[in-house]
């Protein structure tokens, strides 16, 4: 188990390890001078351009900036944004919260609507309830965030006046936790089914049967306690994926977290601050993974007793 | 001389469920048509559409639907209905442009990966797991923050942002096939490396990408709209459904048809290759069927 | 006779509706007497799982369904019986054991509680009195260690053990029917002789009636007292089991028995049968492997390592052109591996392998591609071992092909002239490997092995997954080719009785060590190392009348696993 820990700490930090390397190299791959573009908005001299240059290091051979780049990082420092002129640690840190907070809110309405749906999918196999519940989630799928989002909007917040329409409060963020949450859902939906379907398919599902148990017992504790260990283990992806919808979403409900931070970064080619968002966001996303994977790990027996 | 009277046919004993042809195989049918349907409009748009997509006023500004204008018109008084045909070319060609480059790149690096086995093997699919982990929009605004804002940079940077999915699933169908019995007798009549990748590994794998890649598109399109929508992909005055849905949002309440039309051609959409795909895969592993 | 338990009457189950309808059981009708043990016997597909299962309304959800007929239990109709009333019987008064230990318990809970629920739910015990009898339980079916196997989970034991897991779980609540679906299938042979003993031990004591559902005529023989024999869904014949094996009645019967390869038929003979007038006599050595060796390191990531496994140790053979030689052993025994490593289907670390004169291993690419032109191999699973998006006339020309002996015209021929050589048909050219039946298949991969001529053919299990009437004639195919053509074969099996019709020499394999090595009636017939002994003592006879003794434990840590000494010629045993 302590192994296990230790390889998805490894695996963790190697994640990070190369998402610096990409943050570093980003910058070379912008044709043309980079600096010209950043500060394109400002008026600038040439003298001003080339301190800038020097300052931010690109002067220096691509290995040089890579070291003073994890130098700097290691020191919890990651540059200075442009367009608001702050640390870009800070920045982060200050928006990060309310990206947490969606993110989470998202992810328990996604485990609670999709892990539902397509549990109850799994057993009804076949049947019209499952046809229902699968079409539903397919629909789903296949609709943007984006516009799930606005027709929420339209209807609780514009027609109806029920919940408020931006800003930053628990009113606020019902709406955006909602169209990120069930759009999610039917991801969940559709994963949890198969994965449940091949629990049902089991021989232990049939001895537990044989075994003349009342069909509760079978489905809960034969059943479901197994079939989490899979459903848990893609929760990690999930998450991932909702971080990634945040950034979406956060822009249609106006919600101040640092996936609004970074599209305004990416508009105003903020390099400093891009930067600085995707080793963030690398980070959040491996951290997670390995808390998720613990917890996968906890819940499978093979792996906890495992050496 | 040897009969075989005794042996049954291959009949395995648990029987293929039978009603899952029932319940899945109009699913394909339904992906086949809406993506026909998209496929005529793109090609026949100049044809079909009532209206220039790009004339302004072509009928009074945000006109609710009506006879003249099924879909009503923008603040420009442009046709909603006409920029949605138009618009359809934009997805088409994004969608299959974007999972092209995807798949392409992520096919030849997973079956390297796959065929070459010991560190190359390690090393490649360790670092297409790290990218995968940054997920796709990331890797995307990446790819924009370096290439610049445009529809043709969107297309470019959801290609390469979904590399390392099309590499992960590629690789793992490689082991799949290439731990196959059958795959070791090619080894063990002595065949070529190109032959065992052309002849045994690649008709083996294929089945299942286009499968994934029909899937692909939907997801291609879906970013692609969303890019749009945050205003990273089309630019004014690009008939993009995506960038229509953007351009609605402060007029919702005054004009709803806005919102709703652009964003039902992009779930339309999706969900035609969708269904697509898993008719796609239906038809090619009956054993995935209710799935 | 004794009291009836159990009546089945007219029993029929089909699989899907209308055009798709597919009977698996038509009108099956037996009867189960209290303590006996009736074996309802037959090949793949003819219905035997099936019908049990629908006993106790585990079929599938969806898509199976009984069609008529009754099922008796105690003047009960268990097909009519509610699910609750039928629940209530299923595990208390009539359990089941299945065929795969290793994936028929829950791998998240603890064998104890496992072993307990029925306990608790069906006799309404406290989970204190559930644990004390599921102990006791355990320590009748021979664990050791009860308290701490309870708090154990199912990955922590072998096959072996968590079948006993398995029996002792159904026992415990003392049913009147114990029906066992292939229980011993999955297990390798010595391990099988436990079982049986085991169930046989536990009926007596208990006076359970046991329902034994097997494909394996020597399991009957040494386990049943009535025999009912299925082909296709319908009972072909119904018997008393010393009556059916000594006069079978049905047609069908007496073919299956036929082909069931007996253990001690040919203990009088140097050779296999001979099948073909003036066959090709044993030649000089042509395939020569000395000394492998080979280490699997552990499954592990970029940075981590996992534990290694030995698959060979010093693992040395020769084999002479005509002459069949049989590397037997359990499962890790690492005959497989040794088979593969012949052919450089994997890197052995260390040894030679030397074919006709030519050292393999220090072949490369093109050299090596060449070289394989004189050793093929047939694999165990024909399902898998043929290219499905290939048809047969591309897949018995490929090794033709690549190796340039034909083109054209010509090539066609050749294929047709080896599909028929291995009793298939001309026009099978254009169809796909999954159009035909696993003998067949086995047939095909046969046909394109023998294409390019080789010398030497590695057999891999070749007729495990086979019933046994096909078996019984891929076998006569191959014994048929070898003496017509010369063939060597490196013939790898776990089935001692195949053995002994199959080969000349044999070399028995445990743990990557080969123990005992010599000519194949010195070896059956006066084995020298207690494992040899073990594994012979073990194969079950389709005999009911030859009664087996209890096998006696064999003391695994003591077994002499060092190297080989010559005991009489050509006669090598592990010191």
């Known amino acids: 188990m302590l192994r296990f820990i230790a390889q998805r700490l490894v695996a963790a930090l190697i994640t990070i390890w190369v998402a610096t390397i990409a943050v570093t190299l980003l910058i070379h791959l912008v044709p043309g001078d980079p600096v010209r573009i950043m500060y394109s908005g400002f008026q600038t001299t040439p003298e001003q351009i080339e301190e800038i240059r020097t300052r931010l290091g690109l002067d220096q051979p691509v290995w040089r900036q890579y070291l003073m780049y994890m130098g700097r990082v290691l020191q919890g420092d990651l540059g200075h944004s442009i367009v608001g002129d702050q640390p870009v640690l800070t920045t982060l840190l200050q928006r990060f919260p309310a990206t947490l907070l969606l993110t989470i809110a998202s992810l328990f309405i996604a485990v609670v609507v999709g892990g539902s749906l397509g549990f109850f999918a799994a057993y009804r196999r076949g049947t019209v309830w499952d046809f229902g519940a699968m079409t539903l989630a397919i629909v789903g799928v296949s609709m943007p965030h984006f516009w799930l989002g606005l027709i929420l909007l339209f209807i609780f917040s514009l027609s109806l006046g029920w919940l408020p329409v931006g800003g930053s409060g628990f009113m606020n963020l019902i709406l955006p936790a909602m169209t990120l949450g069930l759009a999610n859902a039917a991801i969940l939906a559709r994963l949890t089914r198969s994965a449940m379907i091949d629990i049902f398919d089991q021989d232990f599902v049939r001895t537990a049967q044989a075994k003349g148990l009342p069909q509760t017992l079978v489905l809960y504790r034969h059943a479901l306690r197994s079939g989490l260990v899979p459903i848990v283990a893609m929760l990690g992806l999930q998450f991932a994926y909702l971080m990634g919808g945040a950034i979406v979403v956060e822009n249609v409900f106006a919600w101040n977290g640092v996936g609004r931070l970074a599209i305004q970064a990416v508009f105003a080619r903020d390099y400093p601050l891009i930067q600085g968002f995707i080793l963030f966001f690398a980070t959040v996303v491996a951290l997670a993974s390995v808390i998720i994977d613990v917890t996968y790990a906890l819940l499978d027996p093979r792996i906890r007793y495992g050496k | 001389m040897t009969t075989e009277t005794i042996e049954a046919p291959a009949r395995p004993e648990r029987p293929q469920r039978a009603y899952a042809a029932l319940f899945r195989s109009p699913s394909g049918a339904v992906g086949l048509v809406i993506v026909a349907v998209l496929v005529v409009c793109a090609i026949l748009a100049p044809y079909i559409a009532p209206h220039d997509p790009l004339v302004m006023a072509a009928g009074p500004r945000l006109e609710p639907p009506s006879l003249a204008h099924w879909m009503g018109t923008d603040q420009f008084g442009r046709d909603v209905l006409s920029r949605i045909i138009y618009g359809s070319r934009l997805t088409l060609m994004i969608g299959t442009i974007a999972v092209g480059i995807s798949l392409s790149a992520g096919l030849l690096l997973g079956l390297v990966a796959g065929y070459a086995s010991g560190w190359t093997e390690r090393v490649l699919m360790r670092i297409v797991d790290v990218l995968f982990s940054f997920t796709e929009i990331v890797i995307a605004l990446a790819c924009i923050a370096i290439l610049g804002v445009g529809l043709v940079n969107a297309m470019i940077a959801i290609g390469i942002a979904s590399i390392p999915f099309y590499a992960r699933v590629t690789h793992s169908i490689v082991l799949v096939e290439k731990n196959k019995p059958y795959f070791e007798s090619a080894v063990a009549a002595g065949a070529s490396h190109a032959r065992l990748i052309f002849l045994h590994l690649l008709p083996n794998v294929i089945p299942t990408l286009i499968v994934i890649g029909t899937l692909g598109v939907s997801t291609a399109v879906l970013a692609a709209a969303g890019l749009s929508f945050l205003g990273l992909g089309a630019q004014p005055p690009q008939p993009e459904w995506g960038f229509m849905l953007s351009s609605s949002r402060d007029l919702i309440s005054r004009a709803p048809w806005m919102m709703i039309f652009p964003g039902l051609a992009i779930a339309i959409t999706v969900l035609g290759f969708n269904l697509l795909g898993d008719g796609v895969r239906e038809v090619l592993d009956p054993r995935q069927r209710a799935r | ?575």
């Open chain 3, 1 to 575: 006779m004794s009291e009836t338990l159990l009546e089945v009457r007219n029993l029929t189950v089909s699989f899907g509706r209308g055009a798709g309808r597919n009977v698996a059981v038509n009108g099956l009708s037996y009867e189960l007497a209290r303590g006996e043990t009736l074996a309802i016997v037959g090949e793949s597909g003819s219905g035997k799982s099936v019908s049990s299962l629908a006993l106790l309304g585990l079929l599938p959800r969806q898509g199976a369904q009984v069609e008529g007929g009754q099922a008796l239990f105690n003047g009960r109709d268990l097909l009519t019986l509610s699910d609750t009333e039928r629940r209530k019987i299923r595990g208390d008064r009539i359990a089941m054991i299945f065929q795969e230990p290793m994936t028929s318990l829950t791998p998240v809970l603890r064998i104890g509680l496992q072993m307990t629920e029925a306990l608790v739910e069906h006799k309404g015990m406290r989970q204190r009195e559930a644990d004390e009898k599921a102990r006791e339980m355990l320590r009748l079916v021979e664990l050791d260690d009860p308290p701490r196997r309870m708090r154990q989970f199912p990955h922590e034991l072998s096959g072996g053990m968590r079948q006993r897991v398995m029996i002792a779980m159904a026992m415990a609540l003392e049913p009147d029917i114990l029906i066992a679906d292939e229980p011993t299938t999955a297990l390798d042979v010595t391990v099988q002789a436990q079982i049986l003993d085991l169930m046989r031990g536990l009926k007596d004591s208990f006076g359970t009636a046991i329902l034994l559902i097997t494909h394996d005529m020597g399991v009957v023989a040494e386990m049943a007292d009535r025999v009912v024999v299925m082909n296709h869904g319908v009972k072909v014949e119904e018997g008393e089991a010393t009556a059916l094996f000594a006069e079978p009645q049905a047609a069908y019967t007496r073919r299956l028995l036929a082909a069931v390869p007996r253990l001690g038929a040919l203990s009088q003979s140097d050779a296999p049968r001979q099948v073909v007038e003036a066959g090709a006599p044993v030649g000089k050595t042509v395939l020569r492997a000395d000394g492998l060796c080979k280490t699997f390191a552990g499954r592990g990531g970029l940075f981590s390592r996992g534990t290694a496994t030995v698959a060979m140790s010093d693992v040395s053979f020769d084999l002479r052109a005509g002459e069949t030689l049989a590397l037997v052993g359990e499962s890790g025994s690492g005959k497989s591996t040794s088979g593969r490593a012949v052919l450089r289907l994997i890197e052995v670390d260390e040894g030679q392998i030397d074919l006709e004169g030519t050292d393999l291993r220090r072949l490369g690419g093109a050299a090596l591609r060449r070289a394989r032109r004189g050793m093929q191999m047939v694999f165990q699973d024909p399902f898998a071992s043929l290219n499905p998006r290939m048809n047969v006339g591309r897949l018995v020309a490929e090794p033709m092909t690549i190796h340039g002996i034909a083109r054209g015209r010509d090539l066609e021929d050749r294929v047709v002239e080896l599909l028929e050589r291995v009793g298939l048909e001309a026009d099978h050219t254009r169809r796909f490997p999954h159009e035909f039946s696993g003998g067949q298949r086995q047939r095909l991969c046969i046909a394109r092995a023998l294409g390019v001529g080789p010398k030497v053919i590695v057999a891999d299990e070749p007729t495990s997954a086979l019933d046994v009437s096909v078996q019984a004639q891929v076998l006569e195919l191959m014994l048929e080719l070898q003496q017509s053509l010369g063939l060597a074969y490196l013939f790898i099996s776990h089935d001692m009785a195949v053995v002994e019709e199959m080969s000349h020499r044999v070399a028995v394999m445990r743990e990557g060590r080969i123990v005992e090595s010599g000519p194949r009636r010195a070896v059956l017939n006066n084995p020298r190392h207690p494992y040899t002994s073990a594994l012979l003592a073990a194969v079950p006879k389709p005999d009911p009348t030859a009664v087996r003794g209890k096998i006696p434990p064999l003391d695994l840590e003591k077994l002499p696993m060092g190297p080989l000494s010559e005991v009489e010629p050509g006669h090598w045993v592990a010191t």
